[in-house]
């Protein structure tokens, strides 16, 4: 006898079914399993669905995967996506050639008001994926749920497979909202307050010296810009695996660690700790951590122009390895972020030979990224950029949920064109992730700079004043922290001031409105709702190149402040309300708008985005328009109307004027006769402000 199965089910109703396999090997000899499939369908109706226009989301087991909604038998930019994904420098890969998707802990397939939701509800036994056949022309072939197993089981030893589980819904954002929070309380998931980060890396490159972090730590503290963090990117070591300084930093990275902290931000590092290049002295003191392939030669990665050797983290010696690098790299150099970056390397090699390959790779990898963990300690803050998703669930604080930014609306690279909506998509797609962590959409680059340095293209700033728009809002919405590369001592103070739309980083609660009937490739609408308050931002963007977008919309129920997340008494609340609705860029704004309302505002050009605030209207004012930050009042600002006066206390923390117009509740007036305040703050001005009110006649 060899493998037998036994299927356990933990859950079994009329609309979901939950399961998992116990596998054991009752031979005498090892057994090696690549694949275990649980699951399989070669018909739409097999699965309970219906065939006409059924739409598929595809989730994607790397940051470079593109996550796409799609609708079977349609070929087009949409299909196109969710069969492929997107290099790491920013680049559209084809994938109009093949015709499987790849998902990942997340599928969606059916029709409005009927989807089978498969997912994934663990992650930390072994890889797992859905995969559908599509025919020539786009239209379901089959289905197949399996987990990658990849290991060796020796005579009488059983294992579990990842549990299963197929669910029939009609409210697809509820499933999904109901999987992300599960498996944050099973892990017991990291979401820390989201930091604001500057990091090198996407203007500076691998070009980034001690003089470049100077020059802007300086500007920094003149400019006295809001950020948390200053990191230093790739750039600053003598090669990958060789964590000392090269030649550009000529002082100790402890000092460039204390410059930081005395410039009044939190030092911040980049590594790759599971790959070294070939000069790395950590191969010859230890050849036997290189991972290999099955005719004995190194396994390569290749990145940014170099190749590079991978270190075996089934190897346990490894893992000490990483402790120790990270304690020092911690508590002997000051550094409490760090972004850790292609760590898929140690999981994507095919053809590898492991060191222990009687232990699955998602176990191999969450011993790897725990050592990590503990040789940084527990206050750090963790960033993981390009590794598995679900395995690091409660070890991580943060994680990128796209490919790198570049700072062009199109790139000329490749044939596929667009780099920001592929980004933007991303980020947004991911929006359940900040369950799990602070989501990380890379950096914001609105630079103007026609002409290429230091032999760069990172350096390029080629976005028009509308793309800036929509990158800018781009990192508001992701929901998590946000980042920004600029060289300070070049970027105009035009381009620079949007920083203040997005800091400080307030917390939100992100969705995309109409998740599977999206029509268009891109996700137009986005539902921010700021989660200290009663203020929801409406985020549209215009995908065109060419038209206007209308941005006519109806005041919907799930556009309302936490409707989606309250009780009935809640909703049946906010539904008797009328709301102050305001578009930001162009400052019109609409009062007592009902829900059920058609709000008409500006048209959105080519290529650009406006955020629309929408806050009910109370007893207590409300801000309508703001120049400041997206959430109009979402920021450090504080409003109170009491006994008779309004109290208003707010410190601006940016170099440039920042305007409100307030609105008192209906009857009250200031003393002067207003209804409306008009206050504008000062750079860096604090204010504590009085008005006396009375009630209007």
């Not at 680049?91 to 790849?102: C, E, N, W, Y």
């Not at 609660?509 to 109409?514: K, L, N």
């Amino acid at each position: 006898m060899g493998i037998t199965n036994q299927k356990i089910v933990t859950e079994d109703t009329g609309y979901c079914r939950q399961f998992y396999y116990e596998l054991r090997n009752d031979g005498q000899k090892d057994v090696f399993i690549d694949n275990y499939v649980m699951f399989e369908a070669d018909s739409l109706e097999a699965l309970g669905l219906e065939g006409a226009d059924c739409r598929v989301f595809r989730s994607g087991r790397y940051k470079n995967d593109m996550p796409s909604v799609f609708t079977l038998g349609h070929k087009n930019g949409a299909m196109e996506d969710a069969l492929g994904g997107m290099s790491e420098t920013g680049d559209k890969l084809d994938g109009d050639s093949q015709t499987v998707v790849i998902s990942d802990h997340l599928t969606i397939i059916g029709n409005p008001g009927h989807y089978l939701v498969i997912t994934y509800p663990e992650g930390h036994r072994q890889m797992f994926e859905t995969l559908i056949y599509l025919d020539e022309e786009g239209h379901f072939k089959k289905l197949i749920c399996r987990v990658n197993l990849q290991i060796r089981m020796t005579p009488g030893r059983k294992i579990q497979t990842e549990a299963l589980r197929l669910e029939y819904t009609g409210d697809v954002e509820k499933t999904i909202g109901k999987f992300a929070e599960n498996k944050a309380k099973l892990y017991r998931a990291r979401t820390p307050k989201a930091p604001s980060v500057f990091c090198t890396w996407y203007y500076y490159g691998l070009t980034v010296t001690y003089e470049d972090v100077k020059t802007n730590l300086n500007i920094m503290k003149e400019k006295k810009l809001p950020f948390d963090v200053f990191q230093v990117d790739e750039g600053w070591e003598i090669t990958l695996g060789e964590w000392k300084p090269n030649h550009k930093f000529p002082v100790p990275m402890k000092q460039v660690a204390e410059e930081i902290r005395e410039a009044g931000y939190r030092p911040g590092i980049w590594t790759s700790p599971f790959i070294a290049h070939e000069s790395a002295t950590i191969w010859q003191t230890h050849p036997e951590w290189m991972l290999k392939d099955k005719n004995g030669n190194p396994c390569l990665f290749p990145m940014n122009d170099t190749v590079y050797q991978v270190l075996d983290i089934t190897n346990p010696e490894t893992w000490d390895y990483f402790r120790e690098l990270y304690r020092m790299l911690t508590f002997d150099w000051g550094y409490t972020y760090h972004k850790l970056d292609f760590t898929r390397a140690s999981v994507c090699m095919e053809n590898a030979v492991y060191f222990d390959d009687t232990i699955t790779l998602v176990e191999a990898y969450i011993k790897a990224v725990s050592a990590i963990r503990e040789g940084m300690g527990e206050e750090s803050y963790f960033l993981m950029c390009g590794g598995l998703y679900d395995p690091i669930v409660g070890l991580v604080d943060a994680q990128r949920t796209g490919s790198d930014v570049l700072s062009m609306w199109s790139s000329t690279i490749n044939k596929n064109g667009k780099a920001a909506p592929y980004t933007v998509k991303q980020s947004v797609l991911r929006y359940y992730m900040n369950t799990w962590w602070n989501n990380d959409p890379d950096a914001l680059m609105i630079r103007k700079n026609e002409i290429m340095e230091r032999d760069l293209r990172l350096t390029y700033g080629l976005l028009n004043e509308e793309e800036v728009k929509t990158c800018t809002i781009n990192q508001y919405m992701s929901g998590g922290l946000m980042c920004s590369t600029e060289p300070l001592d070049k970027i105009d103070e035009e381009r620079l001031s949007n920083l203040k739309r997005i800091l400080p980083v307030v917390s939100t609660r992100v969705e995309p409105m109409d998740f599977m009937d999206v029509k268009e490739r891109y996700p137009e609408n986005i539902k921010v709702d700021l989660q200290s308050q009663d203020i929801t931002s409406l985020v549209r963007i215009n995908w065109s190149d060419e038209k206007d977008m209308e941005p006519d919309f109806i005041l919907e129920s799930d556009m309302l402040p936490g409707y989606r997340n309250g009780d009935e008494d809640r909703r049946r609340a906010l539904l008797g309300m009328e709301y102050a609705v305001c578009d930001y860029y162009t400052g019109e704004y609409r009062i007592g708008v009902k829900p059920g309302d058609k709000v008409t505002l500006p048209a959105i050009k080519p290529h650009g985005a406006t955020v629309i605030k929408i806050q009910p209207v109370s007893n207590q004012p409300v801000i309508v328009k703001s120049t400041g930050h997206f959430s109009m009042g979402g920021e450090d600002i504080a409003m109170e109307l009491k006994d008779s006066v309004l109290e208003i206390a707010y410190e601006n923390p940016f170099g440039w004027e920042i305007s409100y117009t307030v609105m008192l509740p209906e009857g009250t007036l200031t003393e002067q006769g207003e209804r409306f305040i008009e206050l504008k703050v000062a750079p860096f001005e604090k204010i504590n402000k009085q008005w006396r009110c009375q009630n209007g006649i």
